[in-house]
């Protein structure tokens, strides 16, 4: 079974409009993670959410976690084209310390 | 900022060679890790590493793979015998004394190619 699925797969925006992106998992959680990779880098760390937690802010990026729906969503507001990247969320399942990551999300920005 | 540093960023080799893959973790992170990512696919987790001895490893981590705190400061995985299909990304990360509660941070990569 698959933990951290994305949807989409790809997303194609304007810049300055809204990106969501969306995260599901089976297991029970300490913490939910997303990552920024820009094509051929290494991986960013944008936000962690922890299991008691319903939502997150920092700067433009908004978080939410709901662990009854084993869901978690990544909105990216007035998007910019440098916001262009490759977005994975990444679980820590609760017995372990490891991040088990998604496929990710494409998402490219228009200027 | 401290961040997580690895070396080679490239590595080339051919198959059946050992490669050692290095990486200096922020110096006051206690929990180390090594992830890979093959072209186009998800980051996968291959090892966790805490107190000097594995903590974690996945079922890609078997006899051909080893981790090394040889120093204080580097962190190395090592492939003894390469394949074709190790050719990869491999990322290190390292996290605070929080261990799991925490970010993890990751280094620039080494892509890894077996020929």
């Known amino acids: 079974s698959q933990q951290g699925e994305e949807d989409p797969q790809a997303l194609s925006i304007q810049e300055g409009e809204n990106a969501t992106m969306n995260c599901s998992y089976k297991?029970?959680?300490?913490?939910l993670q997303w990552y920024r990779q820009n094509s051929g880098r290494g991986l960013v760390h944008l936000i962690l959410i922890r299991s008691n937690e319903r939502e997150k802010h920092s700067g433009r990026l908004r978080v939410t976690l709901d662990t009854s729906k084993k869901s978690s969503s990544l909105l990216i507001t007035a998007s910019r084209a440098a916001d262009t990247a490759s977005y994975f969320c990444a679980t820590v399942p609760s017995n372990t310390g490891k991040l088990i990551f998604g496929q990710g999300t494409t998402l490219q920005v228009k200027p | 900022e401290p961040e997580v540093t690895q070396t080679p960023s490239h590595q080339v080799t051919q198959m059946g060679q050992e490669v050692i893959l290095r990486c200096v973790p922020i110096s006051n992170h206690l929990y180390f890790y090594w992830y890979r990512q093959i072209l186009g696919q998800k980051v996968e987790f291959l090892v966790s590493f805490y107190n000097n001895e594995i903590s974690e490893k996945s079922e890609i981590f078997d006899d051909q793979f080893s981790v090394e705190r040889p120093d204080g400061s580097n962190f190395t995985l090592k492939i003894r015998s390469t394949k074709l299909e190790d050719s990869a990304m491999y990322f290190c990360?390292?996290?605070?004394?929080?261990?799991?509660?925490?970010?993890?941070?990751f280094g620039p990569g080494t892509r890894l190619t077996v020929t």
């Open positions: 297991t029970s959680i300490n913490n």
């Open positions: 990360a390292s996290t605070s004394s929080g261990g799991k509660s925490y970010e993890q941070y």
